[in-house]
């Protein structure tokens, strides 16, 4: 089956997987660690990259490979990797072009816990980050670009803030430097939005969110478009032989698919971030159903948003998706079929007031995810971005009094009218 020639509903369902002649027609849980082989000869060829197979788990599994496969098609890349978190996704991103020594830039709109390990973990490993609002000029953000400078990494749809990237901008000031443009697409997913159409070289994603959909396993994914240049002169741990493979260099070997070879062979080697078969097959179970999630995710939390700027106990909503956000526009061209289920606003009252709305919620769920089917509310100052200072907060687009609320899909009356009660 040419699965290329589907659309991406399709691809939710059959991509990665394609059961044979008297197959299961649900992808199998490889649930081993180790896989048999009948010589001496033929193992060691896995391990030299001359032949391909599975022979560790913490390498590759049939499972989690035909996850992995999925994900690349959704996104439209040469090849993808599938993780333990995408905490583990993010880290990847970067350590896999970078070393001590390094610098990279980053939009200061980010998960809470992205930017701690940008901001402290990753200085520890003596890779320096540099942050920047994505809604100032290129000439601002060009001063920042440095010598050692090795990407700029940035959310599509930003946790929290809900501040659209201006994709195609980013790539091209990107490229301009001979540096790739990373890209966290949790929030939309393939599905709503495709990096890659718009010049960005690779994609992140936790997959905990709404490509599993159903909070139940962690795990995250690394997708390689196949496109940039990793020859330019600024990456050499691509195009230097490897010794810890008798030689091997990437882009001699694997190609287009340097990148992600290479977050295989090396990192998830040394690392040993890998995600479990099980938590492979349960992603890829969500996945089968992910679009029409994503349609009635974004429905609902369109039509919540519209009440949210109607109600006087509201000091603000942020959603792309309303008419008059500023993000609105662009949210057209890179979110066409919708702007996801995450709505932040800002409860009249401050931050006291927030507490107490979330604490007179019933059908809502307090709790500390978000892309649930479930509607779930969090107060992200006071939990995921608790590390962070107050002007960190700020740059990060979480003032005290926000409110992240995730929508799910539940009938949208019922989401409403429990948060019409709680609002009082």
Known sequence: MNINKYGNGTKCVSAGYSAKNGDPVELPIYQSTTFKYDSAEHVAKLFDFTEFGHFYSRLSNPTVEQLENKIAELEGGVGAICLSSGQSASLFSIVNIAGAGDHFLCSSALYGGTYNLFAVTMKQFGIEASFFDQDDEDVEIQKLIKPNTKAIFAESLANPALKVLDIERFAKLAHKNGIPLIIDNTFPTPYLCRPFEYGADIIVHSTTKYLDGHATCVGGAVVDSGRFDWKNG???????????????IYTEHFGKAAFIAK???????????????MNAFLTNLGIETMHLRMDRHSENALAVATFLEASD????????????????????????HGCSGVISLGVKGGRSAAEAFMNRLTLTTIAVHVADVRTHVLHPAGSTHRQLSDSQLLEAGVNPEMVRLSVGIEDVVDIIEDLRVALG
């Open 234 to 248: 600024k990456f050499q741990g691509l195009c230097v032989p490897d010794n810890s493979y008798h030689g091997l």
């Open 263 to 277: 977050c295989r062979a090396h990192l998830i080697r040394d690392l040993g971030c890998c995600m479990s078969p």
């Open 313 to 336: 106990k509201v000091s603000w909503v942020e959603y792309p998706g309303l008419a008059n956000n500023r993000y609105y526009e662009l949210a057209k061209k890179y979110l066409p």
